[in-house]
């Protein structure tokens, strides 16, 4: 019976930490100016993505990359762009502190802001701990756990048998993703579920206004602790176009960026690391055309093909995610088919 009650205790503390953690992340006065939350950059209604090419942080001081969906993202064997946190705990915390992100000035003054405003919430989730740095960030990070994809009509067509869930156009697009265009080789499909992401780190292409600049900045680099080269991503775009090299200092790495997820992309946009590709459309034609320029030995892809490739990706849109114990419906996607005119089965 012992052992029954404290697991039941041990439930209740962390969904009282859940509750907490939302609190915090839709908390505005966990920024210098009060002006920024965590949902400022990953809005719900867009499944936790940013709606600008670069977030914005306190002060209105624009940052180097995009923010990414925070759906499923517990799955993630690395976080940011370039992989340079393992853990959610330490993913939060750096944009708290970073100057250019939420801006505030020091642990001590995240934890006295939390003290003020969360108390009694903070009491309830942590019963026998004050108020810390590890406290708060584990509270964010229990309620971004709960961030979870529904299904999507390409899981009710490929894993439900669920004929009608995809169009005609989308199942040309599955079959050219999965085949002729590779996309799956990173973006992958596996037998009893669907990521559509390696996880791995893949060369992109750096902005032409940059390319030249890289390597003088990657010597830079390397004379950086690591301390110096984490926090200059996010003031520097030239640090932050060198990916992956930032964290592992090998050449190899140079400009390589972790794959991000396709589930929900069609509400995700602008695409890259960057932000620099504003819609869907453009950032099939890019992956494709960057795949002719490397050499890759396939007839090019007929306007239909792409467009039948970009109805595949918005077919790959949740119809809900779950939030702590809730379930949020997510309005379909305005399909970039409708929008250019194109006939779209219902």
């Excluded at 003031?235 to 932050?240: I, K, L, Y």
Aim: with cysteine; charged share 25%; proline share 6%.
């Amino acid at each position: 019976m012992s052992g029954l009650c404290l697991a039941m205790t041990a439930s209740a503390s962390e969904r009282q930490r859940e509750v907490l953690g939302r609190a915090l992340f839709f908390d505005t006065s966990l920024s210098a100016d009060g002006r920024v939350a965590c949902m400022s950059c990953h809005l719900p209604e867009r499944v936790f993505s940013d709606r600008d090419a670069r977030s914005l942080g306190a002060h209105h001081r624009v940052g180097t990359r995009n923010a990414p969906s925070l759906l499923d993202v517990a799955d993630a064997r690395t976080l940011f762009w370039d992989g340079r946190r393992t853990s959610l705990e330490a993913l939060i915390l750096d944009p708290l502190l970073h100057p250019q992100e939420h801006a505030l000035s020091s642990p001590e003054n995240l934890v006295a802001r939390v003290r003020q405003r969360h108390a009694a919430a903070h009491a309830l989730a942590f019963p026998n701990e004050e108020v810390s740095t590890g406290t708060i960030t584990r509270s964010i990070a229990a309620y971004v756990r709960t961030l979870k994809s529904g299904p999507s009509p390409f899981e009710r067509f490929h894993f439900g048998k669920d004929s009608a869930a995809l169009d005609e156009s989308q199942r040309r697009g599955l079959k050219l993703f999965l085949g002729r265009a590779e996309c799956g080789r990173c973006h992958t499909v596996g037998p009893q579920a669907a990521t559509f992401t390696d996880g791995r780190f893949h060369a992109g292409e750096p902005r032409e206004d940059l390319k030249s600049r890289l390597p003088t900045v990657a010597r830079e680099v390397t004379r950086m602790s690591e301390t110096e080269r984490f926090s200059a991503v996010a003031t520097r775009e030239d640090v932050a176009a060198l990916g992956r090299f930032v964290v592992t200092l090998r050449p190899e790495d140079m400009g390589r960026f972790r794959t991000p997820s396709l589930r929900n992309a069609a509400l995700t946009a602008p695409y890259m690391h960057d932000g620099g590709v504003p819609s869907l459309s453009e950032a099939v034609e890019r992956e494709l055309d960057s795949r002719v320029g490397r050499g890759a030995r396939r007839p090019p892809f007929t306007p239909q093909e792409r467009a039948d490739l970009v109805a595949f990706v918005e077919a790959l849109t949740s119809t809900s995610f779950s939030e702590l114990t809730h379930t949020e419906v997510i309005p379909k996607p305005r399909s970039e088919r409708a929008l250019s005119g194109e006939r779209v089965t219902p």
